[in-house]
């Protein structure tokens, strides 16, 4: 069974630093892009990172050079360190794998959720 586990959100002031982890369990990690989507109160959910298996990274404009997403593929997790934090970063941020090789390929799976709160 698959499940995807966040956990690292927390209250953080602006200009602050949070690092958000990912742990999946199920044998798909190394086979799968993982990314890191964000939703904010009231907005739809938002791509805000994702990296390849080949290690190939992507940001979203708004937090490029601030946010940094990496992978352990021997721990099967991801994390997402967010530098320079602003109030408009506040979210619920969500990781996701699409799994891109082997028998689930083209699912994609989702965690629960972890909060920021990024305030004065």
């Known amino acids: 069974q698959v499940q995807l586990v966040e956990s690292g959100g927390d209250f953080v002031r602006p200009g602050g630093s949070l690092k958000v982890s990912c742990k999946v369990s199920?044998?798909?990690?190394?086979?799968?892009?993982v990314s890191w989507y964000r939703q904010a109160s009231g907005e739809e959910r938002d791509l805000v990172a994702s990296?390849?298996?080949?290690?190939?990274?992507w940001y979203a404009g708004s937090v490029e050079g601030r946010f940094t997403i990496s992978r352990d593929n021997d721990q099967s997790t991801t994390y997402l360190q967010m530098n320079n934090l602003e109030p408009a970063d506040t979210a619920v941020y969500f990781c996701?794998?699409?799994?891109?090789?082997?028998?689930?390929?083209?699912?994609?799976?989702w965690g629960q959720g972890t909060q920021v709160t990024v305030s004065s």
């Open positions: 996701s794998l699409h799994v891109d090789w082997g028998p689930l390929q083209g699912r994609r799976f």
């Open positions: 990296m390849t298996t080949g290690l190939i990274s």
């Open positions: 199920g044998d798909i990690f190394g086979l799968s892009t």
